[in-house]
């Protein structure tokens, strides 16, 4: 993962999810050989990351070009989930699923 800063916003793309899916493919591997991770290793969701709040400071004012485009999710706990972030202009985060609404 990138250290926070502007160069940490990467789009969304095709091949985003499909590291996404790799990720998951990998974990589930993992889980069918019975290799364990203890649960205090596991991430949690971070709170300055939350979907309605502004994009902390530490990753300084992101360039006009991913204003309100997909982005792939800074949170480590939604490394292993299909979701992507869009920031609007006053820099709020919101999170979407990359999931079929169907």
Known sequence: ?????P??????????????EKRIADDLVRKAKQIEVLEENLPKPNNG???????????GDPPPSVIAVPL??????????????????GKAIFRFTATPAY
Do not use: H
């Open 72 to 89: 792939e999710d800074l949170d480590p706990y939604y490394r292993n989930q299909k979701t992507f972030i869009v920031l609007n202009k």
């Open 1 to 5: 993962m990138l250290p926070p800063g």
């Open 7 to 20: 160069d940490s916003l990467k789009p969304f793309t095709r091949e985003s999810l499909a590291a996404i």
């Open 49 to 59: 990351l939350e979907a309605g709040k502004n994009l902390p400071l530490i990753y």
